[in-house]
T-cell receptor, first 113, second 117 residues
């Protein structure tokens, strides 16, 4: 069965500092990877996704993630975070023909001024 | 509306009562998913619909849980004889493209927060 591991449950960081949220997956078949973000009291929103092609994917708000097949990782990075990036981030993998997602446990990113 | 909607937004019930949770997917989306988000368990897949049929119910935790979808649109998740461990946020998502590869982005609703007393 597919599994997704987010290595850090909480990541505190100061504003304008870089951040990396780590995600590893386990799968022996093709995998499609996603990062979702959940702001306080809001629903899940797709941040970015890797389906195929370029291993580096970017979001519109400055986040990027790199698919690394050899390390089975899909870490999320941002070179300079803002207070507004404070949220919970979920890594997810889909590998079936209908797109059922398996989620990691989530990482709470807290950006301090 | 343009997004996935769910109702009610909050539901408080007594142990042993039945509850119904509703999901309105984005118009035209053929795939619909239910997930559960709870402390300690994270986000768990419950069931998937393609049209009105449910090819995968493997995530439903017990036979107290059931779901249906009518007209290829609205879905209802029913929990019978609720237990305290059913307390969670129930999320619905829909997607427009299903296939191989599954390139359709899943759009999530705001969820229904269920509290069983």
């Amino acid at each position: 069965a597919q599994s997704v591991t987010q290595l850090d449950s909480q990541v505190p960081v100061f504003e304008e500092a870089p951040v990396e949220l780590r995600c590893n997956y386990s799968s022996s078949v093709s995998v499609y990877l996603f990062w979702y973000v959940q702001y306080p009291n809001q629903g899940l929103q797709l941040l970015l996704k890797y389906l195929s092609g370029s291993t580096l994917v970017e979001s519109i708000n400055g986040f990027e993630a790199e698919f690394n097949k050899s390390q089975t990782s899909f870490h999320l990075r941002k070179p300079s975070v803002h207070i507004s990036d404070t949220a919970e981030y979920f890594c997810a993998a889909g590998g079936t023909s209908y797109g059922k997602l398996t989620f990691g446990q989530g990482t709470i990113l807290t950006v301090h001024p | 509306g343009a997004g996935v909607s769910q109702s009610p937004s909050n539901k408080v019930t007594e142990k042993g009562k039945d509850v119904e949770l509703r999901c309105d997917p984005i118009s035209g989306h053929t795939a619909l998913y239910w997930y559960r988000q709870s402390l300690g368990q994270g986000l768990e897949f419950l069931i998937y619909f393609q049209g009105n049929s449910a090819p995968d119910k493997s995530g439903l935790p017990s036979d107290r849980f059931s779901a249906e979808r009518t007209g290829g649109s609205v879905s209802t998740l029913t929990i019978q004889r609720t237990q305290q461990e059913d307390s969670a946020v129930y999320l619905c998502a829909s997607s427009s493209i299903v296939g191989d590869p599954p390139t359709g982005t899943q759009y999530f609703g705001p969820g229904t927060r269920l509290l069983v007393l």
